[in-house]
């Protein structure tokens, strides 16, 4: 092959390349490790450096960006791309039904339901088979020419499988992982952070500079034809058609019978919008038959025959009535907005994080603000910017207290960290904190001992440390409001199952600073009792796989401490376990610093056994890819964590690479 003529190997090279990228990010099948990728990737570019007169636009190498561009042309669409009618409830969707099933004179419709993305809708033209032209969608009529952008999308073909005139319609989006990346890029070289992730697209895509947009990661799924095909009857059918051409098609979509089965359809992602990596702000209902949408037409600017369910916001305006701050079990101060209660994504939302002082400041968020409330891609609401237009003069900026607001006592806020603390061990708020968290699932899983009861047994002075946990009577809690003989006897029951609670359930509830569960999970194993651990010095500490100067520390400084050295001899006392029941495994840990995640179907291993088995050698079973992700292990439908492996260059493999990786030590199994 390296003897080809150099127009020759380009081709070659070019189609190899163009196979790779179909595989790796429209299938995730990948063929080749990225180290063979980057080769051919290397040889493609330095021969058409050599050969400048071959480059073509739809070369793999062009998606890197070429020269900026002056301004954006403007684009006559040939097909107008019309905006579509909202359903926002139940009622919306029959009368929808109701006037199609009318007009086509039949008693029930054929619908396909697809995830409405929240980005930035795009036209793509293709000569034979060639991307020739991207534009915006604009006012529906004419929009923005974006093609030198729009060829940096690593998933979008620049060459089709089939040589064919077409337009397509697709939406251009960041991933949740993508749009963190970018606003924290955006944040160290003193940029302002992009509202949200359509936000981020439309200001990508809008950039003169290509090589900009090309760093951002945007993905586009495409979604329908401009115009029919011959031999193509139905939108499910042309979106096969696009599938097999290789574009981005979503495999969320499906096909159902009648506006009942559409309706669970859209219910359902009520609660599962957040499985994905990927903002959406509802579901697309369509007829799926071209003829009857033909019959069907338009009226004014919005097809008869589609029509978009809107699901609840995520992202709402209220008022920010006033700030107070929370102290964490740590000691840490938290200063958190207490909102005009709203409703977002289906719950009332009445407070939301505003996480440290610096972000109030770099936000310039003030008391009686008008702010926007943003609750998709995290669990906790976030106050997310200002209305600055909305301002009355009436608001307040907001001081950190200098003192505790639990106790009173200093709060200090070291140089080189954002948040600041309550340094009295002794704090109540902290002292109701560490018991929650103690008895929390996580740690100590003691079933009963919620808020309220941890409230009351601290207000009371029954538990001044976790240890008096341990020490109460039936008598002491039926004491208290609203607990009946009968509660108080399962709390009891519970308390006492759990102390055969593991030892790094038992470091992970000691509430260290620092240590969460992977690195008690870690500390137990290796040291195996609580007695060794207490005993290491820093220096070993440090020495430990996993364990960094930080957590060795924090480790020592907690151990260091007389009165954590009392409490965990109490705790001993008490009958709770201290040591590992784990035996050393004749193996080794041939994972240790491995770390894996699955996802998909799995066939040859259950989940849970995966996860065991690589904790048993060693290694760690995470629940989301990160870069320190090793290998993601993917199985058949694997979604959006395999998505977000490929975005940090994480390695994939298949269950049975991981079988074959794993084989040699499951002997003792």
Same mark, same amino acid.
Request: charged share 30%; glycine share 10%.
């Given at each position: 092959m390296q003897s080809a003529p150099p127009a020759e190997r380009i081709e070659q090279l070019r189609e190899e390349i163009r196979r790779h990228d179909y595989r790796y990010y429209v299938l995730n099948q990948p063929e080749v490790a990225d180290v063979e990728y980057d080769r051919l990737f290397r040889e493609l570019q330095a021969l058409e450096q050599a050969h400048p007169e071959l480059i073509t636009p739809d070369s793999p190498t062009q998606r890197v960006g070429g020269q900026p561009v002056d301004a954006f042309g403007v684009v006559e669409h040939k097909v107008p791309m019309l905006s579509l009618a909202n359903a926002f409830d139940e009622?919306?969707?029959?009368?929808?039904?109701?006037?199609?099933?009318?007009?086509?004179?039949?008693?029930?419709?054929?619908?396909?339901?697809?995830?409405?993305?929240?980005?930035?809708?795009?036209?793509?033209?293709?000569?034979?088979?060639?991307?020739?032209?991207?534009?915006?969608?604009?006012?529906?009529?004419?929009?923005?020419d974006v093609t030198h952008n729009l060829r940096t999308i690593k998933n979008l073909p620049l060459r089709l499988q089939e040589s064919r005139d077409l337009v397509v319609r697709g939406e251009v989006y960041f991933t949740w992982t993508a749009f963190e990346a970018t606003n924290e890029a955006r944040a160290a070289a003193g940029e302002p952070r992009f509202a949200n992730p359509r936000n981020a697209a439309a200001g990508s895509l809008r950039q003169l500079d290509p090589r900009i947009t090309a760093k951002r990661g945007l993905l586009i799924f495409v979604y329908g034809l401009d115009w029919a095909i011959p031999g193509v009857t139905a939108h499910k059918e042309a979106l096969e058609l696009l599938k097999r051409l290789g574009f981005p098609v979503n495999h969320e979509t499906v096909v159902v019978r009648g506006i009942d089965a559409a309706i669970a359809h859209c219910l359902l992602w009520h609660e599962r919008r957040e499985e994905l990596d990927y903002e959406i702000d509802g579901i697309v209902i369509k007829v799926n038959s071209y003829k009857q949408q033909k019959d069907l037409g338009a009226v004014s600017r919005s097809p008869r025959w589609a029509i978009a369910y809107k699901l609840p916001a995520t992202e709402v305006t209220t008022t920010l009535e006033d700030i107070i701050v929370s102290v964490g079990r740590t000691g840490a101060l938290t200063p958190v907005a207490v909102l005009t209660p709203c409703e977002i994504a289906g719950t009332i939302v009445k407070r939301a994080t505003l996480h440290n002082e610096d972000e109030i400041r770099r936000k310039d968020i003030r008391i009686g603000d008008t702010v926007v409330v943003h609750k998709a891609g995290a669990v906790i609401p976030e106050v997310l910017s200002v209305i600055e237009s909305k301002r009355t003069g009436n608001e307040r900026l907001f001081v950190m207290p200098t003192e505790c607001p639990e106790c009173g006592s200093q709060v200090d806020r070291p140089p080189d960290e954002?948040?600041?603390?309550?340094?009295?061990?002794?704090?109540?708020?902290?002292?109701?904190?560490?018991?929650?968290?103690?008895?929390?699932?996580?740690?100590?899983?003691?079933?009963?001992?919620?808020?309220?009861?941890?409230?009351?047994?601290?207000?009371a002075g029954h538990v001044r440390n976790v240890a008096d946990v341990f020490c109460l009577g039936e008598e002491t809690l039926t004491n208290l409001e609203r607990v009946g003989t009968i509660l108080a006897r399962k709390v009891l029951a519970n308390i006492e199952a759990s102390k055969q609670q593991s030892l790094a359930r038992l470091i992970y509830a000691l509430g260290i600073r620092h240590v969460g569960e992977h690195v008690a999970e870690v500390l137990a194993d290796h040291y195996g009792n609580m007695e060794a651990l207490m005993s290491a010095s820093e220096e070993d500490l440090v020495l430990v796989h996993e364990i960094g100067p930080e957590i060795a520390r924090s480790v020592h400084f907690f151990f260091g401490q007389e009165k954590n050295r009392e409490l965990v001899a109490r705790l001993a006392e008490a009958g709770v376990r201290m040591k590992s029941d784990k035996a050393p495994r004749a193996g080794g840990v041939p994972l240790a610093g491995k770390t894996f995640v699955f996802t998909g179907k799995l066939e040859r291993f259950k989940r849970e056994d995966a996860?065991?088995?690589?904790?048993?050698? &060693?290694?760690? +079973?995470?629940?989301?890819?990160?870069?320190?992700?090793?290998?993601? =292990? /993917? &199985?058949?439908? +694997?979604?959006?964590?395999?998505?977000?492996?490929?975005?940090?260059? =994480? /390695?994939?493999?298949?269950?049975?690479?991981?079988?074959?990786?794993?084989?040699?030590?499951?002997?003792?199994?």
């Open positions: 009622a919306d969707l029959r009368a929808f039904d109701e006037r199609v099933r009318k007009r086509l004179g039949v008693d029930e419709v054929e619908y396909v339901c697809e995830l409405k993305f929240d980005g930035l809708a795009i036209s793509l033209t293709y000569e034979n088979g060639a991307l020739a032209q991207a534009a915006t969608r604009g006012d529906g009529l004419r929009g923005e954002a948040v600041a603390r309550c340094m009295n061990a002794n704090c109540p708020a902290q002292l109701k904190e560490h018991v929650r968290h103690f008895a929390s699932r996580r740690a100590m899983d003691i079933e009963g001992f919620g808020e309220q009861l941890v409230n009351q047994l601290v207000e996860e065991v088995l690589v904790k048993s050698l &060693g290694g760690r +079973a995470a629940g989301s890819v990160s870069a320190k992700t090793s290998y993601v =292990v /993917a &199985g058949d439908d +694997a979604g959006s964590k395999l998505e977000k492996a490929r975005l940090l260059n =994480v /390695a994939v493999i298949t269950e049975a690479d991981f079988e074959e990786m794993v084989a040699p030590f499951r002997s003792g199994d």
